[in-house]
């Protein structure tokens, strides 16, 4: 199999076109193809290690990959699809440890008051990092990567033989179908929201509420005109915050997971403890400052 190169294109984005006629699983297919270019684009960045967002934005491509793959199957017959999100899947995995590391060691994820009091256990977590990336290194330069990536264009390729019925029909017409669907269901787990409910409820609205944002990506990039209810300038907004909830319970769990030898050692312990316990409170403003938010979502619905 001939190798692909990942600057075919210089700006994914920019590159695509609807012109009339074009049957629904082509466009999708070219969407797709550019956004695992765009992701590639983003490798040499990781290697060098000059700034954690090039790691960030690598998996925000993937990501959406995978996600958008996940609301428009419609358009192909299943079977390669099941196989095309394993392989976004796989692709990710290796690289979420050196994520979680860069965000617990950024000084602009926490307070500074609780920032320097993590001082103590900054030289382990940067350790834990260097072998993390290490890691993270021999899996990029590896011929399973490289593999994998060939694979992938493949099952690309095989989607786009294998069309449904309805990948023949119109792009706008789908993904407006899916707006709408994608659209109800983040209004629906809005609406279950309330000062009762688990973190695990407030995540789910999170998903849901990228998943029409992903949508509204896509069909930026086509000129679709996907939109009703939430403005984009609210999903944003909304998404920002459910962001800053989500990164206070990362960090919670990541301090209990990663660093629990740390719990016992006399110069760190208690450092993690005043920093689990001033995250918990910070968790706990988060979650009421989303539950106002969407309080006056649900009232302007």
């Known amino acids: ?16 076109s609807n012109e009339p006629g074009t049957p629904a699983f082509w466009l999708f297919s070219q969407y797709l193809v550019n956004e695992f270019q765009l992701a590639q684009l983003y490798e040499p960045g990781v290697l060098r290690d000059q700034e954690s967002e090039y790691l960030h934005q690598y998996r925000v491509s993937l990501r959406r990959c995978r996600s958008l793959l996940s609301i428009m199957a419609g358009l192909y017959q299943s079977k390669p699809v099941s196989l095309l999100l394993q392989q976004f899947k796989t692709l990710m995995e290796p690289t979420g440890k050196v994520r979680d590391l860069d965000v617990f060691i950024n000084p602009q994820s926490h307070d500074a008051a609780i920032f320097a009091k993590l001082t103590p256990l900054l030289p382990f977590v940067q350790t834990e990092r260097v072998q993390a990336f290490e890691l993270l290194t021999l899996w990029l330069k590896g011929k399973e990567y490289r593999e994998l990536k060939q694979a992938t264009y493949a099952s690309l390729l095989d989607c786009a033989q294998h069309p449904s019925d309805m990948g023949l029909g119109d792009i706008a017409e789908f993904a407006q179908t899916q707006w709408n669907e994608h659209h109800k269901r983040l209004l629906k787990r809005i609406d279950k929201v309330d000062a009762h409910s688990s973190d695990e409820a407030i995540h789910n609205v999170r998903i849901a509420g990228k998943k029409v944002r992903y949508l ?31 990164d206070t ?47 006056k979502l649900h009232r302007r619905k």
Do not use: W
């Open 1 to 16: 199999m001939r190798e692909f190169s990942p600057l075919t294109l210089s700006n994914p984005i920019t590159q695509l």
């Open 216 to 246: 509204a990506d896509f069909g930026l990039a086509f000129k679709l005109n996907t939109r009703s209810g939430l403005s984009l300038k609210k999903l944003k907004q909304l998404q920002t915050e459910l962001g800053e909830f989500n």
């Open 249 to 295: 319970a990362s960090q919670i769990v990541f301090c209990r997971d990663h660093l629990a030898p740390l719990q016992y050692e006399v110069q760190t312990s208690g450092a993690i403890a005043e920093f689990i316990e001033h995250t918990l409170e910070r968790h706990k403003q988060n979650k009421q400052r989303i539950l106002h938010s969407l309080h």
